[in-house]
């Protein structure tokens, strides 16, 4: 089992910056490869950003390449979304998730476990 809690949302202008932090219990953390998804008022949930066990090959939606970093410390059980040049669209819940295995999916169903989520919003 992996419990997530994600921490670092809140209300930040346009242009602004925000880093998520989503701490994991469990021993085997570095067995799991992370994401963060994101779900707005209405929509869909949507693949944000996601990186492997290892920390390689990190992939990123389009929507927030450039402007979002994802990052992962196995020491520290812990993964962060560093979110610079946020822009309104990027408003939204978003959710710290972990999938057994060395590679990461751009589909929600794919991820075993989920957090909380954390509220972004970005006004403008």
């Known amino acids: 089992q992996v419990q997530l809690v994600e921490s670092g949302g809140g209300l930040v202008q346009a242009g602004g910056s925000l880093r998520l932090s989503c701490a994991a219990s469990g021993r085997t953390f570095s067995m799991y490869a992370m994401g963060w998804f994101r779900q707005a008022p209405g929509k869909e949930r949507e693949f944000v950003a996601a990186?492997?066990?290892?920390?390689?090959?990190?992939d990123y939606a389009d929507s927030v390449k450039g402007r979002f970093t994802i990052s992962r410390d196995n020491a520290k059980n812990t993964v962060a979304l560093q979110m610079n040049s946020l822009k309104p669209e990027d408003t939204a819940v978003y959710y710290c998730?972990?999938?057994?295995?060395?590679?990461?999916?751009?589909?929600?169903?794919?991820?075993?476990?989920w957090g909380q989520g954390t509220q972004v919003t970005v006004s403008s």
């Open positions: 990186i492997t066990w290892s920390s390689g090959y990190p």
């Open positions: 998730v972990a999938k057994y295995g060395s590679t990461w999916d751009y589909r929600p169903t794919s991820y075993d476990y």
